[in-house]
């Protein structure tokens, strides 16, 4: 199977995508300068202290405290608490954690007074991102992800990935690791270090060591509330979750990001340097690459399947539901062989949720009804079937049977919000107000604007982004309208199709791909 992750520039951050076979199989959008994201270690203060909820609310900086329960905090807190304390008030106080000498657990069913007190100052790392009304969720057993393993301090437990199955390579990394890792810092071995040689597996495993030492630095100077640790962006974890012996191509539109990625991989990965490729196509790398128009038929409440039936997606506060319908391919069928088309569209759909989850990034309880089916073998199929295609997902997540109603219950690990696309378009000629007004405004506000750019203010090689439709609008004809600026101004305008862009929006780009910023 074919894999390829493209990261495309937008005007407030980046866009993500992964395809598989060129199919759409993951979605994510990064704001530039975002905080509270997952992986990402805070100097917090503890504000109210709640032991009917056995559980601490605090404050990192966020308009709402963030939430940390006692099963949270990780059996060595007190250890950290001790450590980081040391660092702030301690001038010759070491970094380093090998010398460090632990404190006892806390119990596992102990109280959260007994640990935490109003007004306290902690290190967090927050576990799930700020979701609708809810502030994040934190965790105080600090986990840092590399390429190969995951460090955590103030422990010595070494663990291996369940997905690395071969006795012998087991035990060869158990004890591998076992020589290389300091003391006081635990280490989770992932999936991919299976067959890496000690040299990789070491390297990595300095640099999340370093990574935690720079932390401490900042530490010592931090201000309560102040990022202590910060996570990569997502534009360089996900290469780092993804990159596998599979995996084809980075393409990537920004110079900025392409540095930035092609310095991690030389660092992880020599060898896949070959791997990432600067996009500098005239045409968009979404649309260039048909991720444009997947995006729009995905992520509508309806999801149209091969054989004609569809899905129907719905959210509520409480969970995710999932409908399964037969569509036109219940007009097909006739009394003898419906269990038959029952069957075939509920393995379309199994196939079709399981990549939904995905890219929608549901997470929280999921239902699905699937269409009825009386034979319980058939309903095994859509249960194994399922299981399968959700081997690839990277959250962690559980898949019940269908029960006699036809229902499959999921659950699916929920760190961040939802994503949504809009599959809609303000109305052209009211622009969503319901107040009508000439849609030939936008020509002339266009034109408006060139005349102040190229007059004013003396640009050249001006771009000008536009939906498909004013595209044609400006070029349609023997004697266009872009043809009517170059013989206005002796200049050439490079007209640009963008589907991202509403009917009426537009974007003026200089010729380093700068947006021009309009009065």
Not at 104 to 115: F, P, R, S
Not at 149 to 154: G, R
Not at 339 to 354: D, F, G, H
């Amino acid at each position: 199977m074919s894999n390829e992750l493209l990261i495309g520039s937008a005007p407030k951050g980046y866009r993500i995508a992964l395809l598989q076979e060129g199919r759409l199989a993951e979605f994510h959008y990064e704001e530039s300068g975002s905080s509270f994201v997952v992986g990402e270690v805070y100097l917090g203060v503890v504000k109210k202290v709640s032991p009917g909820l056995n559980a601490a609310f605090v404050d990192i900086g966020y308009e709402k405290d963030a939430f940390l329960h006692y099963l949270d905090l990780g059996p060595q807190v007190r250890s950290l608490n001790k450590f980081s304390r040391s660092i702030q008030t301690q001038k010759n106080a070491s970094y380093k954690l090998s010398n460090f000498k632990n404190e006892q657990d806390i119990d596992k069913l102990g109280k959260i007074d007994q640990v935490l007190t109003k007004g306290q100052q902690i290190l967090v790392q927050v576990v799930k991102e700020p979701i609708s009304s809810k502030g994040p969720r934190l965790s105080s057993e600090i986990s840092l992800p590399g390429r190969y393993v995951v460090l955590v301090p103030f422990s010595n437990a070494i663990s291996i990935s369940k997905k690395i199955i071969e006795k012998e390579e087991r035990q060869r990394l158990l004890k591998l690791v076992q020589a290389i890792k300091p003391n006081n810092f635990g280490v989770i071995i992932r999936t991919v270090a299976s067959h890496k040689e000690t040299e990789e597996l070491e390297k990595d495993l300095r640099t999340l060591i370093n990574n935690w030492e720079e932390g401490m630095k900042n530490l010592r100077i931090a201000n309560p509330k102040d990022k202590v640790i910060g996570e990569m962006s997502k534009a360089s974890a996900l290469p780092r979750d993804v990159l596998n012996e599979n995996f084809d191509s980075i393409m990537l539109d920004s110079k900025e990001v392409y540095d930035e990625i092609r310095e991690y991989i030389l660092s992880v990965e020599p060898d896949k340097e070959s791997l990432l490729k600067l996009y500098q196509g005239k045409v968009k790398l979404f649309e260039a690459r048909n991720v444009e128009k997947q995006l729009k038929l995905s992520f509508g409440k309806t999801v149209s399947l091969p054989s004609g039936g569809y899905l129907v997606i719905e959210h509520t506060e409480a969970l995710h539901v999932i409908d399964v319908n037969s569509g036109s391919s219940a007009n097909k069928a006739d009394n003898a062989n419906q269990e038959t088309t029952a069957l075939n569209v509920n393995k379309e759909a199994a196939k079709e949720i399981a990549r939904q989850l995905r890219l929608r990034d549901l997470g929280g309880i999921i239902c699905v009804d699937f269409i009825d089916m009386k034979n319980i073998e058939n309903r095994k199929v859509v249960f194994d079937i399922m299981k399968d295609e959700m081997a690839n997902d990277r959250a962690k997540h559980t898949v019940l049977p269908l029960s006699k109603f036809g229902l499959m219950q999921i659950t699916r690990q929920r760190v961040r919000p939802d994503i949504t696309v809009s599959t809609m378009e303000t109305c052209p000629t009211c622009n969503g107000t319901g107040a009508i007004s000439s849609s030939l405004n936008i020509g002339e506000t266009i034109e408006h604007n060139l005349d102040f750019i190229m007059r004013k203010q003396n640009e050249n090689g001006i771009s000008l982004a536009v939906h498909p439709y004013l595209h044609s609008f400006f070029t349609q004809g023997l004697y266009s309208k872009r043809l009517q600026w170059f013989v206005k101004y002796k200049k050439w305008i490079n007209l640009q199709k963008d589907s991202s862009l509403g009917i009426l929006d537009y974007h003026f780009k200089n010729k380093s791909g700068e947006e021009i910023e309009l009065e």
